[in-house]
């Protein structure tokens, strides 16, 4: 029998990250799974070419990912009460870091929403839902944001 005892939901702290949240904290209810809710901080390494010391892209991706944690301790504790819930900060490509964390923390479920963009911006932007669904080895469930009513 299918069972899904852990969820990764990826959130990048935007005002749609509640609702992905949402949807991860009813799904980890009624499996009782545990959540793994990921931000992926960006990476500035196409910028190295651009004379910026690696130094100073190095310093400044870590003062990211170190306020990230901090914003990732209050956005668990705020949209995951009662839940068995961490939060996990990574730097790199959002799409190949949440692939990579869902196969090595074994998640059976990813929770993620969608910018959906269309025409120039998709073409300039990508989409990491669209990545990750298709490399995904578990089932993905993507959430388009809605406007509160």
Do not use: W
Not at 40 to 52: K, R, T, W
């Amino acid at each position: 029998m299918l069972s899904v005892k852990k969820i990764l939901c990826a959130v990048d702290f935007s005002e749609s990250s509640p609702q992905v949240a949402e949807y991860a904290a009813t799904l980890a209810a009624a499996t009782k799974a545990e959540i793994l809710c990921v931000y992926i901080a960006p990476s500035l390494a196409e910028y190295v070419g651009f004379n910026v010391p690696q130094a100073a892209l190095d310093t400044f991706v870590g003062d990211v990912v170190t306020s990230a944690g901090t914003t990732m301790d209050d956005f668990v504790a705020a949209h995951f009460p009662g839940l068995p819930a961490k939060g996990l900060v990574l730097a790199g490509y959002p799409a190949e870091e949440i692939l990579a964390a869902a196969e090595e923390q074994q998640v059976d479920m990813i929770v993620m929403g969608t910018h959906g963009r269309t025409g120039i911006d998709r073409i300039i932007f990508g989409s990491v839902a669209e990545k990750v669904v298709k490399a995904a080895v578990c089932p993905v469930l993507t959430i388009k944001p809605h406007e509160a009513a």
